[in-house]
């Protein structure tokens, strides 16, 4: 079965430093989205790219959080400097979207991130 | 009051019994999503629906756009159901267009079914 592939599954790191969160979209899939889940807030749209563009970020804290899709294979989303705050489960998921509209969306397994 | 409110919360079933899960939202939508997370688990996309109902084994999606409500039966449960189900929508305008993604979440639905 064709699978979202993140790592890493889990991270432990100190505050203030830099924490790198990668995944593999589906191939063929033409849309990635990065969620966040906390106890707290639940289920998070932190940002999401169409055929490689950005298109809505809004989620996401700027000052701190960064995400790129260098190519079609690699979506990364960065954090720098980490705060305790941002200690949670970080899923990509990965989408189709045609004319018809959209369907067809897969999660990753999540990377678990703490910050101590 | 948030858009999109399940009910219940929490939910224990006894093996083999029918469950009903409720999913309703205040906002136009134009899909909705019913997932499920395992604990410690990843997250699954049961159904996405727009209109009438789905059926996949023993779970069954329903949708009412006019009411604006949702539900997600599981038939003959089993204790491997046990996990959470988020409902999540897309807002009305955004499924297909530049702006697809911004899938509204409910709270989740604590499933356990005892052998």
């Known amino acids: 079965d064709a699978r979202v592939t993140q790592t890493p599954r889990h991270k432990v790191t100190e505050m203030g430093q830099e924490v790198t969160m990668r995944c593999q979209p589906i191939?063929?899939?033409?849309?990635v989205f990065w969620y966040r889940q906390t106890m707290m807030q639940g289920l998070e749209l932190l940002a999401y790219f169409r055929n490689r563009a950005p298109l809505d970020d809004s989620g996401m804290p700027k000052d701190r959080f960064s995400a790129e899709m260098p190519d079609a294979t690699l979506a990364t989303l960065k954090i720098q400097p980490s705060e305790p705050r941002d200690s949670a489960v970080y899923f990509c998921a990965s989408g189709l979207v045609s004319g018809a509209g959209a369907n067809v969306l897969t999660f990753g397994a999540g990377s678990r991130l703490t910050v101590l | 009051k948030n858009e999109v409110e399940q009910s219940p919360q929490n939910l224990t079933a006894q093996e083999g019994e029918f469950i009903t899960i409720n999913c309703s939202y205040s906002v136009g939508i134009s899909a909705l999503h019913w997932l499920q997370q395992h604990p410690g688990g990843g997250i699954v996309s049961l159904f996405m629906?727009?209109?009438g109902k789905k059926k996949h084994g023993r779970l069954i999606a329903t949708i009412n756009i006019q009411e604006k409500h949702s539900s997600l039966h599981i038939t003959a449960s089993h204790p491997r159901d046990s996990a959470v189900y988020i409902c999540a929508v897309y807002p009305r305008g955004y499924a297909g267009g530049t702006s697809y993604g911004k899938l509204t979440f409910g709270q989740g639905t604590i499933l356990t079914v005892h052998p």
């Open positions: 629906l727009s209109s």
């Open positions: 191939l063929g899939h033409n849309t």
